[in-house]
RNA sequence: GGGCAGUUAGCUCAGUUGGUUAGAGCGAACGGUUUACAUCCGUUAGGUCAUAGGUUCGAAUCCUAUACUGCCAACCA
């Protein structure tokens, strides 16, 4: 035997991976003992690389996958990978502007095969670095979620939808972030708190407070709260109000919305620009104008086509939001219309969660899901126990978000995506997996918010791959908290509505990964942490290892070098035992029978110990408890087999020693020594794989298709 | 105003139905060239488990309050 003193990952990972790959053992057995096994990899967004994060779910994964097949449990881990709508939009525009490109001017069909390929192109590097992380999973029949079938699907639940009310064209106000050009869900908005000028401002009679100066021109009413004595007298009349571009009525009415202690008590109506003034119209619709849009896509002010032929009004017209707030404050000031100025007033914003430019709140038609029945039907679900969460404070986070859920916004004005199957002609509406064949309809422009395909993944996978009625629901999904709404909580939802069924039932919910100083990793702080980096310098195991060590479920995980750098060290410690087993068994060693009266005290102590730690490790993974799992077998393989029986079987090993002992404590040392690569190998899969290779005794193609000891 | 967490050794974190001297990794100190491994081995130091009450024979673990930290969700112009 004349194996390197050290580990060196890169000699063994590669080659190793191609091999089981080759293997076909990726691939559910046909037959298995007890329950199938299901996993669907949630799909890495097709436009980057994959950051630790990733490196996350793969071990987390991967952990279960590989404990599961070995227990013999036909196992299937269906990879994919997601187009990422948006998200992917965003990455693209920045990249042609970098080439100097302009996103808008390109035809649709151009730019949707340029970002075609894009994505292919980054997909395909993603499932090597999947690869090389040791994801067992089965490429066989990986999905993207584009594919012909998965569209088609997608396409029938929104017609499914459509034909039992609960998908609806409305027109509502809805979030529009200027620079990209699209509305965002409610869940893409992130609410900042920033400092704007408060102003008050005359209206007539009535002094009022607002931020919004250049929403002035869209006023339709001014209300104050009903029981404010202050306004009384104008409650229900029209008031003279010098705009700056000329005098107008404008009626006043009451609101139980409106706070009497803030500012003067009394604001604008501008129900096409502000969310809050537009319920205020709803309610009385009857009495006021409805919305009066005059700002644009672009976020210009937009007066000629309200005013055409007002002079005063030219001066306004085309100036952005933040200019036009400023000319506005000083020619009101001019006009003595302006009372006070409060310079720091804190309020919050809401913002593009991608770029945080403040968000222009527009009314337009849009695509709608009707949340409260499907919202029901998934707490339900839930408090049955048909999906339970590790750990269950996620649930109580899932019941809170639910009870309070809004209509879904599903339209997006972007190209990336799948098309919104509807069609129109005139005032008529088509609803359809594919176009109707007379001439004349025009198919919607929008396309899908991404997480309305996402959320039907698990059985829009399944059924397009077969493995439906065996595999769904599925055993478990494994996934950041950071989506439980935008993913979890919908594929709940959609796989009930479409199925019948819950898509999964259990909910593993990782944390985010930090930095040994706590902080959140990102690319301009520079404290990223390259999985694939790290897998070069220390090896997949190494990595693995120290994202399951110490960590429990739903904390944030914190990595560092040294610690990565610990578990290197773990690998090399299981990959040099294994030589000194072997050594030590020597080239003709035949398992065989231990005989257990002649056992010494040291391996009878052994023996149990190992199938104490097994049955531990077991109910462990069995509970999802991977860090107490792994520190189980950690703690027991380096400390106890190693540290102590490893040094207390020597002498028997020594020159002049007794054959016989000898003997039967070869069979003890590979017995303890094979059931602990095998409880080892879900957790480091490669190294353990490796020495399993080299030993004079394997009995399977694999130690990865090896029977998980049961006790 | 709301909801959910966290506060344990110098640092980062485990600790699953409450039970003997509270653990790990890294770091620190000291000592080891015995042929598996210096990516190693042995020994040691170090914590009134945020604070104050309560329940209990017994609490890091359950309850209440307080303080600080973090996160989520939010229509306050």
Sequence with gaps: ?????????????????????????????????????????????????????????????????????MKGQSTLWLPGADHAGFETQVVYQKKLEKEGRNWFTIPRE??????????????????????????????????????????????????????????????????????????????????????????????????????????????????????????????????????????????????????????????????????????????????????????????????????????????????????????????????????????????????????????????????????????????????????????????????HWLENIRDWNVSRQIVWGIRIPVWYKGEEIYVGEVAPTEEGWAQETDVFDTWFSSGQWPFATLKTTGDFEKFYPTTVMETGWDILFFWVARM????????????????????????????????????????????????????????????????DIVISEDKIRAHRNFANKIWNASRFVMMNLGDNFIPGQIDLEKASSTDKAILVRIEEVGKTLTKHLDNFDFHLGAEEIYQFFWHEFCDKYLEEIKPAFAEGAAEKAKVNTQQVLFKVWLASIKYLHPFVPFVTEAVYQMSPAKQKEFLMIEDWPQN
């Design 492 to 555: 709940i939802m959609l796989g009930l509505y479409v199925t019948g069924e819950v898509p999964f039932k259990h909910v593993y919910l990782h944390g985010l990964v930090r930095d040994k100083d706590r902080q959140k990793m990102s690319k301009s702080k520079g404290n990223v942490i390259d999985p694939l980096g790290v897998v070069e310098n220390y090896g997949a195991d190494a990595l693995r290892m120290a994202l399951v060590f110490g960590v429990s479920a739903g904390n």
């Design 110 to 399: 151009e730019l949707y095969q340029e970002i075609w390929d894009f994505t292919q192109t980054n997909k395909a590097v993603m499932e090597g670095q999947l690869r090389r992380l040791g994801a067992s999973c089965d490429w066989s029949k990986e999905r993207f979620a584009l594919d012909p079938g998965i569209v088609k699907i997608v396409n029938q639940t929104f017609k499914k939808m459509y034909d039992d009310g609960l998908a609806y064209r409305g027109e509502r106000i809805v979030n529009w972030c200027v620079k990209h050009q699209t509305t965002l869900s409610d869940l893409e908005v992130k609410h900042e708190e920033k400092e704007d000028p408060l102003y008050f401002i005359k209206y007539g009679p009535i002094t009022l407070a607002t931020v919004r100066l250049e929403t002035k021109f869209g006023d339709t009413a001014i209300a104050v709260h009903p029981d404010d004595e202050r306004y009384q007298q104008y409650i229900g009349k029209e008031v003279e109000v010098d705009t700056l571009i000329g005098k107008t009525k404008i009626k006043v009415i009451a609101d139980e919305a409106v706070d009497p202690a803030f500012g003067t008590g009394a604001v604008k109506v501008t129900p096409a620009h502000d969310p809050i003034d537009y319920d205020i119209w709803q309610r009385h619709k009857n009495e006021i104008p409805g919305p009066m849009i005059v700002i644009d896509q672009f976020g210009k002010l937009d007066l000629l086509k309200h005013f055409p032929d007002n002079e005063a009004a030219k001066k306004y017209h085309g100036l952005k939001i933040a200019e036009a707030r400023k000319v506005i404050a000083e020619d009101m000031e001019k006009a003595g219309l302006m009372v006070k100025i409060d310079p720091t007033y804190k309020h919050s914003v809401a913002t593009c969660y991608k770029c945080s430019n403040v968000l222009e709140p527009r009314v337009l038609p849009q695509w709608f899901i009707k949340m409260k029945p499907l919202a029901a039907k998934a707490m339900e679900a839930v408090r049955k126990g048909e999906v339970k969460f590790v750990t269950e404070r996620f649930e109580k986070i899932f019941f």
């Design 1 to 69: 035997m004349d194996l390197p003193k050290v580990f060196k990952p890169e000699e063994f990972e590669l080659e190793i991976y191609k091999q089981w790959e080759a293997s076909g053992n990726f691939s559910p057995s046909k037959d298995g003992k007890g329950e199938p096994f299901c996993v669907i990899m949630p799909p890495p967004n097709s436009n980057g690389s994959l950051h630790v994060g990733h490196a996350v779910f793969v071990t987390l994964e991967d952990i279960m996958v590989r404990f599961h097949r």
